[in-house]
């Protein structure tokens, strides 16, 4: 029987997680996620509380279930996780020394708090600041990476350490890979790069055929692409790494907005979504190492059932 605990606290009936892509508005693929009974995630970085309204409002039109608001914090206002508190179910916080400040600006509207962390010493004291529950990243995550070690050597420490539920993140593919986590004692997983290759995701198409292609030896940990957030290590497929660094161009494309056309610089963070126009190979293709459970683009419903084994 799958854990139930996370289930409770943010009132989905799978304990899966979608990640939080950051620098994409998309909310097809967090409805889609949250249509199926878990939990889909929006991206509240760099946004004020009306743009977190907005991005609110469009979830609504496709979706009734649970919905969180996912927050880098060095990139976030605090009046945009309050926004997120008073109308999502979950407010996360990432990439931050836990603070029972921020803390409380999500819970003050109603909603859980989450502190993803990349140590066990971070779980403790996003316990000990009030977070509801926590997410454990081990260094296979793909984007951004706050870990030292890998997910099976923290996990089941984590959970020994906390009273509240532990989410396991980072390399998470299989079916095998779910069991290992749920045997370990997570009380739900949380999943990035195998949930970028849904039909319902807002990745360039380029980028996803590339993630079809790629084993998890294919991935690499670098601080490359730090155009925007300097020093900070991240997963990306090592295809990505070469073509940047054999691209002499200051400019690697342009996202379309509603307002114009955005460049991107070389080594910028951004990563390809349908927006985006030029040398996708050439940007932060973010991959995990579970992209050895990629065989194909499928909908987001099934992907969720073949991880939880329905």
Same mark, same amino acid.
């Given at each position: 029987?799958?854990p139930t605990?996370?289930?409770d606290?943010v009132?989905?009936?799978r304990p899966?997680?979608?990640s939080?892509? &950051?620098?994409s508005?998309d909310?097809?693929l967090p409805?889609a996620?949250?249509?199926?009974?878990?939990l889909?995630?929006? $991206?509240?970085?760099g946004?004020?509380s009306d &743009?977190v309204?907005?991005?609110?409002?469009?979830?609504s039109?496709?979706s009734?279930? *649970?919905?969180?608001v996912?927050?880098?914090?060095p990139?976030?206002?605090?009046e945009?996780?309050?926004?997120?508190?008073?109308?999502?179910?979950?407010?996360?916080?990432?990439?931050?020394? $836990?603070t029972e400040?921020?803390?409380?600006?999500?819970?003050?509207g109603?909603?859980v708090v989450?502190?993803?962390v990349?140590?066990v010493?971070?779980?403790?004291?996003?316990?000990?600041?009030?977070?509801?529950?926590?997410v454990?990243?081990g260094?296979?995550?793909?984007?951004h990476v706050?870990?030292?070690?890998?997910?099976a050597?923290v996990?089941s420490?984590?959970?020994n350490?906390?009273?509240? *539920?532990?989410l396991a993140?980072g390399?998470?593919?299989?079916r095998?890979?779910?069991?290992?986590?749920?045997?370990a004692g997570?009380a739900g997983?949380?999943?990035g790069t195998?949930?970028l290759a849904?039909?319902?995701?807002?990745?360039?198409p380029e980028?996803?055929?590339?993630l079809?292609?790629a084993?998890a030896?294919?991935t690499?940990?670098t601080?490359v692409?730090g155009?925007?957030? $300097?020093d900070a *290590?991240?997963r990306v497929?090592?295809?990505?790494i070469?073509?940047?660094e054999s691209n002499d161009a200051?400019?690697v494309?342009?996202?379309?907005?509603p307002?114009?056309?955005? $460049?991107?610089p070389r080594?910028?963070?951004?990563?390809?979504t349908?927006d985006?126009?030029?040398?996708?190979g050439a940007?932060?293709l973010?991959?995990g190492t579970s992209?050895?459970?990629i065989s194909?683009?499928q909908?987001?419903a099934?992907?969720?059932a073949e991880?939880l084994g329905d």
């Amino acid at each position: 029987m799958l854990p139930t605990t996370f289930c409770d606290l943010v009132g989905c009936d799978r304990p899966l997680q979608l990640s939080g892509f &950051g620098g994409s508005d998309d909310v097809g693929l967090p409805a889609a996620v949250s249509n199926c009974g878990a939990l889909g995630m929006l $991206p509240g970085s760099g946004q004020g509380s009306d &743009g977190v309204d907005t991005m609110l409002d469009r979830f609504s039109r496709l979706s009734d279930g *649970p919905v969180g608001v996912n927050f880098i914090v060095p990139f976030s206002l605090p009046e945009a996780m309050e926004a997120a508190g008073a109308r999502a179910r979950v407010v996360e916080l990432f990439w931050a020394e $836990p603070t029972e400040d921020l803390v409380q600006r999500g819970q003050s509207g109603g909603a859980v708090v989450g502190w993803q962390v990349g140590t066990v010493a971070d779980a403790r004291a996003a316990q000990e600041m009030g977070c509801d529950y926590v997410v454990i990243q081990g260094v296979e995550a793909g984007g951004h990476v706050a870990a030292v070690k890998p997910l099976a050597d923290v996990i089941s420490e984590t959970v020994n350490a906390l009273d509240v *539920p532990v989410l396991a993140a980072g390399g998470i593919g299989t079916r095998a890979d779910a069991e290992a986590a749920f045997d370990a004692g997570a009380a739900g997983i949380r999943v990035g790069t195998r949930l970028l290759a849904a039909e319902e995701s807002h990745a360039h198409p380029e980028f996803v055929d590339r993630l079809i292609d790629a084993s998890a030896d294919d991935t690499e940990m670098t601080i490359v692409f730090g155009e925007g957030w $300097p020093d900070a *290590p991240h997963r990306v497929l090592r295809s990505s790494i070469e073509a940047v660094e054999s691209n002499d161009a200051d400019e690697v494309g342009h996202v379309s907005t509603p307002t114009g056309e955005v $460049p991107v610089p070389r080594f910028s963070i951004t990563w390809p979504t349908t927006d985006f126009s030029g040398d996708v190979g050439a940007t932060a293709l973010y991959a995990g190492t579970s992209v050895d459970g990629i065989s194909g683009r499928q909908p987001a419903a099934e992907i969720v059932a073949e991880l939880l084994g329905d």
